[in-house]
């Protein structure tokens, strides 16, 4: 746990103000700042933020906090994120809860690996972008689901080669666990890798921050199956509580003040190509309560 102390230091150090324009633009309105709210749509600016308060208030839905809460509710991100957000910023080191050495190097080994899962599944996405645009049969099969090549790249939709190791050509350890727990390879029972993702387009999955934590493969063959193909779960990815296309949607979502839940991420991309820019989609699962919150 943080202590409050703390948090009420880094309250003291950091300016509202500059928090929020980095992100809405402000005008200086009187003794405070205003602008149009970015939590909801409206024409007239009705949201302003106190530089002597340190708090930014909406007349218009009623959204008020703090620089913590800003971020929070701005970029999606956790309280504790925040924090280390808004910290880093000031040049303030967030004070770590004592934990015995064992439990030290738990930690740091766990930070480790998600790092390399991170950075694993970050290439793998380079590489699918890079081989739809060698593929014309992947291109035609998108462009006949009615999809041009600018919501393609909005949406970093990529493909995977039917080759059976064709990630093998980025990563040359093939034999590194960090792949199969990243979900890019699968193990048979004689302990054979291949690819997980074989001749389907990619859906990257991002996280709140934007980050690549896990892929949905759909099937160009309508002979071959399941249809749709996710990640498993790993460290970094947990389908029940992901919503895929939410970051993209995030602005859309603010400024429709709803949001559409579809089947698939088909459903998403195809949308959006007519404007439909606040759905998102269930990622093979059914509603859960991670989803709503």
């Given at each position: 746990m943080i202590p409050e102390q703390f948090i009420q230091e880094l309250l003291n150090r950091v300016d509202v103000v500059n928090v929020v324009d980095k992100s809405v633009p402000l005008k200086k309105a009187g003794a405070n700042f205003s602008a149009c709210c970015p939590f909801h749509n409206e024409k007239s600016p009705s949201f302003t933020v106190s530089p002597t308060k340190q708090f930014y208030h909406c007349f218009g839905c009623g959204a008020h906090g703090t620089a913590i809460s800003f971020l929070m509710e701005y970029n999606g991100l956790s309280f504790v994120e925040s924090i280390h957000d808004l910290a880093s910023q000031v040049g303030l080191t967030v004070p770590q809860e004592e934990l015995t050495p064992a439990a030290r190097e738990t930690e740091k080994k766990n930070k480790t690996i998600k790092v390399c899962l991170q950075e694993a599944l970050q290439q793998a996405a380079q590489y699918y972008k890079a081989e739809l645009r060698k593929s014309p049969r992947a291109i035609e099969y998108l462009k006949?689901?009615?999809?041009?090549?600018?919501?393609?790249?909005?949406?970093?939709?990529?493909?995977?080669?039917?080759?059976?190791?064709?990630?093998?050509?980025?990563?040359?350890?093939?034999?590194?666990?960090?792949?199969?727990?990243?979900?890019?390879?699968?193990?048979?029972?004689?302990?054979?890798?291949?690819?997980?993702?074989?001749?389907?387009?990619?859906?990257?999955?991002?996280?709140?921050?934007?980050?690549?934590?896990?892929?949905?493969?759909?099937?160009?063959?309508?002979?071959?199956?399941?249809k749709y193909y996710n990640s498993p779960e790993t460290p970094l990815f947990q389908k029940g509580h992901e919503l895929y296309g939410l970051f993209i949607a995030r602005r859309a979502i603010r400024d429709a003040g709803r949001v559409l839940v579809v089947e698939g991420y088909m459903d998403v991309v195809a949308l959006a190509q007519y404007g439909i820019d606040y759905a998102v989609a269930a990622l093979g699962t059914a509603t859960t309560p991670f989803h709503i919150a």
């Open positions: 006949a689901r009615g999809l041009s090549g600018v919501i393609a790249a909005k949406f970093q939709v990529g493909y995977a080669p039917a080759g059976w190791r064709s990630l093998q050509a980025i990563f040359p350890d093939y034999d590194n666990e960090v792949l199969n727990t990243a979900g890019l390879v699968v193990e048979n029972e004689q302990g054979k890798r291949y690819d997980r993702f074989r001749d389907r387009i990619m859906f990257p999955i991002h996280n709140q921050k934007g980050e690549v934590i896990g892929f949905g493969g759909r099937v160009i063959n309508p002979e071959d199956t399941p």
